[in-house]
């Protein structure tokens, strides 16, 4: 089973505590990563929001970048036969190596307003954004600013423009619903809700209604099936791997199809994960239990070739 998942947060921890990617008590590890027989990992470098809302929020990225970077050359070193994920040609490759990661961006903060960051973090690897974290930047509102009724700004439309450009993902989890209708009417790309549930579900304004659900279908991108506990359930302390089933299938009726379904887990990043799901290695029983509900081929497309073929459509 390979297993590609969207969002995580694990670079954080990864810098805070100074410890490794191939071992560690986090929620997310390599070695773990290999005994499930593979992934294709996103790497989040996430810009803490209000502190880095007037600036400062490049230099920040920069210390993750280093971890990231320090990280990957470490697992080479010890043999690992690590991917990092850039073009095309990689995300086709995926399969043939032990694992793979891909570099991203949570809060559009981290390039500071700047197109030329932007493309310069692009250079050094980067191939997916989220757009803005809850809060408010140069970009957009966060869902925490819903009320203020906030889309794209003109500096935001840019950013769109430039990494459908450059080739790389747009992502619009945490955004708030005006600035989600206006990516998709920006972006000449799909686009992607790396990290996100079902509203109809559960009634948190991190989740998608069904309206953006299937906004998402039709415009051919791809929605991440999160693992926090309070975007599963109303009640977090309920939530678990049947709730983790009931989002994925709420998600998979209402478009009809299985083509645009993924995982982002948001591990390293969530402080209530579900009762049995409490790291990466437990991806194992979820599509253990998925598998006695769904045919081999839709399991195939939800655990990764849903996300390697968004990967051939942008990058
Ligand atoms: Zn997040």
Redesign the pocket.
Do not use: Y
């Given at each position: 089973m390979f297993i590609c998942d969207c969002h995580c947060d694990t670079l954080t921890e990864l810098y805070k505590k100074q410890i490794d990617l191939y071992e560690n008590k986090q929620h997310i590890d390599v070695k773990r990563q290999l005994k499930l027989g593979g992934m294709l990992q996103f790497y989040a470098m996430f810009v803490p929001t209000p502190e880095y809302r007037y600036g400062g929020g490049l230099r920040y990225t920069m210390l993750l970048l280093d971890t990231y970077l320090q990280q990957m050359r470490k697992l080479k070193e010890q043999g690992i036969d690590i991917l990092q994920v850039r073009t095309k040609e990689d995300a086709a490759d995926v399969l043939n190596h032990q694992c793979a990661s891909l570099l991203a961006i949570?809060e559009g903060g981290a390039i500071d307003g700047s197109l030329e960051a932007l493309r310069c973090l692009y250079e050094l690897g980067v191939r997916a954004m989220t757009l803005v974290w809850s809060n408010r930047n140069d970009i957009a509102d966060g869902v925490n600013e819903e009320c203020s009724g906030g889309g794209l700004t003109v500096f935001g439309r840019k950013v769109v423009a430039e990494m459908n450009r450059l080739g790389m993902l747009v992502d619009v989890?945490?955004m708030a619903p005006a600035g989600f209708w206006d990516v998709l009417e920006t972006s000449s790309k799909p686009i992607i809700a790396t990290?996100s549930d079902a509203k109809a579900l559960c009634a948190h304004p991190r989740n998608l209604d069904d309206k953006q659900i299937l906004a998402i279908n039709e415009n051919d991108g791809l929605i991440g099936i999160t693992f926090a506990g309070q975007f599963l359930e109303e009640d977090y302390n309920n939530a678990c791997i049947e709730s983790v089933y009931k989002h994925i299938d709420h998600m998979l009726n209402l478009m009809g199809n299985d083509e645009h379904l993924g995982f982002g887990s948001?591990f390293d990043?969530i402080s209530h994960p579900p009762y049995n799901i409490q790291g990466v290695q437990d991806y194992q029983p979820l599509i253990e239990y998925l598998a006695t509900k769904y045919s081999d081929s839709t399991i195939k497309k939800i655990t990764h070739q849903n996300v390697l073929n968004l990967l051939q459509k942008v990058l």
């Open positions: 949570e989890s945490h990290h948001d990043g």
